[in-house]
Each structure stands twice: as C-alpha cells, then as structure tokens.
C-alpha cells in the first residue's frame, strides 16, 4: 500500500496572494492511495479551485472532505468581516460528502448551508478506506465539541487540538477546557513517539513534528494533573 499525503499551506500553495489567508495560515491535506489515485481532503478553505487543481495535477481523484472541526477557518464561512469558501463552494465543484463528527454536524451546516445529506457523520473510532489507505477518526474534543483528528498509518493530522508547542484554543464558543486536557492526555498523548505530527495551522518555525518530540517539548502534553491544567488555562 502506498500512501499519498500532501500539505497545503493556504496563502502560499493556495490563496496565493489573499493576505488573510497568509495571516490565518491554514494547512489543507489531501490524503489517498497512490496506487488507486483516490484522496480526500482534509479542511477544504480559501481557495476551492486551487485545491481541485492540486488533486488533478498529482492524478487522483477527490472522493470525499474530511472535517477537523466547524470554524470557518477549515469549512468556510464568514468570520471578522470576510467571506472564506470552503465546503458549499466544493460541493458546487466536486459533490462529495463531507466527513465530519456527530457532534459537528449542526455548526458545520449552519455554517456552510450544507443540508444534512451533504455530511457523513462519525463517532471516535471510525474508520474510512480510500482505496487501501485506512484513515482512523479519533473524537478529541475541547476546542469544540466535535474536533477530530485523522491517524493514517503512523501519520496524525490534529486540526486545531495539538499544534507544534501549543494547542487549541478553548475559550472560543463551544470549547471546554477539561475536555481538551483529557483529549491531549488520554488520547493523543497515547499515541507511538513515532507518530508523524501535521497541525491545522503553520504557527511554529517547523510544519511538522513526532508525538515523541512534542511529549518531550510541548507543555500542554506535559501538565500532570486536571487542577494544574485548569489553573493554567
């Protein structure tokens, strides 16, 4: 089985130019078969066409959107004035279903305008085949109560709950700051040091990482205790 994975920063591999995109700094996935030329792409935002060129160029084929969480930022909609494209502009291009958390699905459709035919829900533990490729749904809420993450093999794409040295955000509507402590702790924390890190967004000097570094580095992987957590957070 050969993997196709590959990480899209938006405004600089998309977006090119969209200096919000540039400031919000994005990363897009597309995840596949190599061999079958299937993907999916994870967070599809800010620049539709570019991401289907992307998915044309390399000669796959998209057969479906994988959701992090609902934040426009990774599903589109408007935020602080400005209007980001995302899924329902996908859905007019590509009418693949969006892959999301049961508990996302009533953000991510009031968000987009999607209708609940357009989303294929999930709970943590799910697990999706394009072609070979297994990609495992992981629930790790607390940056909003259906943020998932997606294990491919020994590759972990966390959205917006782990980052390189930090993590989410949980003051945000939706977030809860125990649930994110017990996703970062009993969850990915778990993970193999092996594990391959790519975070929802470019906010360090590296654009990847291993769990085994950020359980050596990152604090919030390293609080030992739900009182301590809380105190910080």
């Known amino acids: 089985m050969a993997i196709y994975f590959r990480q899209l920063l938006a405004g600089r591999d998309l977006a090119d130019g969209d200096g919000f995109a540039a400031q919000m700094a994005n990363f897009i996935y597309l995840i596949g078969d190599a061999e079958s030329r299937e993907c999916v792409v994870v967070d599809p935002a800010w620049d539709i066409p570019g991401i289907l060129n992307c998915v044309r160029n ?3 084929r998209l057969t479906g959107a994988l959701v992090t969480h609902y934040h426009p930022d990774h599903v589109g909609g408007n935020i602080f004035g400005y209007s980001i494209p995302g899924l329902a502009e996908l859905a007019a291009h590509c009418p693949v279903k969006a892959h999301v958390n049961e508990n996302e699905s009533e953000g991510v459709k009031q968000l987009t305008g999607l209708s609940s035919s357009d989303l294929e829900t999930h709970r943590g533990g799910d697990v999706i085949h394009v072609g070979s490729t297994a990609i495992q749904f992981l629930h790790t809420p607390g940056h909003t109560p259906g943020s998932q993450c997606f294990l491919v093999g020994s ?14 955000r949980v003051d945000l509507p939706g977030g809860d700051s125990e649930q994110m402590y017990y996703s970062l702790t009993r969850v990915l924390a778990k993970l193999p040091d092996e594990v391959a890190l790519f975070p929802g967004h470019n906010y360090g000097s590296r654009m990847q990482s291993t769990m085994g570094d950020e359980k050596r580095m990152n604090q919030y992987l390293r609080i030992g205790s739900l009182s301590d957590w809380l105190r910080l957070m």
């Open 58 to 60: 390399d000669g796959m």
């Open 155 to 168: 590759t972990l794409v966390s959205g917006d709950t782990l980052f390189i040295g930090g993590c989410g």
